[in-house]
């Protein structure tokens, strides 16, 4: 090639008829244009039979011919490691890749921060001003209904929007692992944690908003313990996503699958049926399905230790004695909620880094 592809120009430029390259011009472009079939039709030459016949031919076919037998006593080329870069290295490096992918993709990202905006905004007016104003049982199923709304108009959304941007991202990956670049696992982390300051503005943008809005009690526990729910939340249903495209060849059937667990999110969440209300044989789904201790969480944390009397199907009891009795929730037990909140986009996230590095769909 030459010092700024000086070689090149100057075996083009030594053939009759093709005009000297411009200044600043770019070597590579000025080649393809100068060598095009419509070039070759013009000048009535054939550049592969000239460079065969040319003594530049001859000279790298030496060249070739003299490299490729090491010399004596040589050994073969051996790396240390797979990768020029540590773990840490190849995380951070992949993370500040992903970093500006993301900055640079509003489609996706602004999209969802609007959705949150505007879902926030419809909720706290639907709501307005309900959030203390428990009389009867009917008012607190209407809360739990707001929240309920939110986990999975919120979720779903998210869920949905992931799908299409990793599975472009996961064709990038495969091209760069197989240059080795870095390993599944460094890509699949960086995934992971470039999504968590931008679902973290997602909760707090909603939280900001439904949560004065809907006249839910002012204090700073219960704030906290609404933010987070929402905030995890978001984090399992995206992981959701991002895992169910590290299982499937394409997005499109990361899709159709997204309907089976929607189905098990609404159906088991513990808002249509609560969970002293569940089959035994089917209470395990209840447990095992992540809105249903999001929903735990935001009403237990809010309304769990109210002992406020209401009226209850014609009797009196109180708030947190309801929650206990009829949806099986129980203030004592918000820690264990907690706990479990955070293990499932835990768990989602180490499922999709596992299955990136181990499944392979590139079909060549």
């Known amino acids: ?31 393809l244009e100068v060598t095009s079939e419509s070039s070759e039709a013009k000048l009535g030459v054939d550049f592969a039979l000239l460079y065969k016949q040319s003594t530049l031919f001859e000279t790298n076919k030496e060249k070739v011919s003299r490299m490729s037998s090491p010399p004596p006593g040589s050994r073969d080329l051996h790396f240390t490691t797979e990768f020029s870069q540590n773990g840490w290295g190849q995380f951070k490096a992949c993370l500040w890749k992903q970093h500006l992918s993301y900055w640079r993709s509003p489609g996706y990202n602004l999209m969802r921060l609007l959705h949150t905006f505007a879902s ?8 307005w001003d309900q959030g203390q104003k428990i009389n009867d049982q009917q008012n607190l199923f209407n809360m739990f209904g707001s929240m309920y709304i939110g986990v999975i108009f919120l979720g779903i959304n998210n869920c949905s929007s992931v799908l299409q941007y990793v599975a472009t991202e996961r064709t990038v990956m495969y091209r760069e692992r197989f240059a080795g670049m870095y390993s599944t696992w460094s890509f699949s982390f960086a995934q992971v944690a470039v999504e968590i300051p931008y679902l973290f503005a997602q909760a707090l943008v909603f939280t900001a908003i439904t949560y004065p809005m809907i006249g839910y009690y002012s204090s700073a526990t219960k704030a906290f313990w609404f933010f987070y729910a929402i905030f995890t939340s978001l984090m399992y249903f995206n992981y959701l996503g991002m895992l169910l495209v590290s299982l499937t060849p394409n997005f499109m059937f990361a899709a159709i699958f997204q309907s089976v667990f929607y189905a098990n999110y609404n159906l088991f969440a513990g808002f249509l049926i609560p969970r002293p209300r569940i089959p035994k044989w089917w209470i395990w789904l209840y447990y095992l399905t992540p809105t249903s201790w999001s929903l735990n969480g935001l009403l237990t944390s809010q309304y769990g230790d109210i002992h406020k009397e209401l009226t209850v199907f014609g009797e009196t009891e109180t708030v947190a004695g309801f929650l206990k009795s009829y949806f099986g929730f129980d203030h004592d037990q918000l820690g264990l909620v907690a706990a479990v909140l955070i293990a499932f986009p835990l768990a989602f996230a180490s499922l999709f880094a596992y299955f990136m590095g181990r499944f392979n769909f590139q079909r060549r």
């Open 1 to 31: 090639m030459g010092h700024h592809s000086s070689s090149v120009i100057e075996y083009f430029e030594g053939i009759e008829g093709i005009p000297n390259i411009k200044r600043n011009y770019n070597p590579a472009t000025w080649m």
């Open 120 to 127: 926030a905004l419809i909720f706290g007016l639907l709501f």
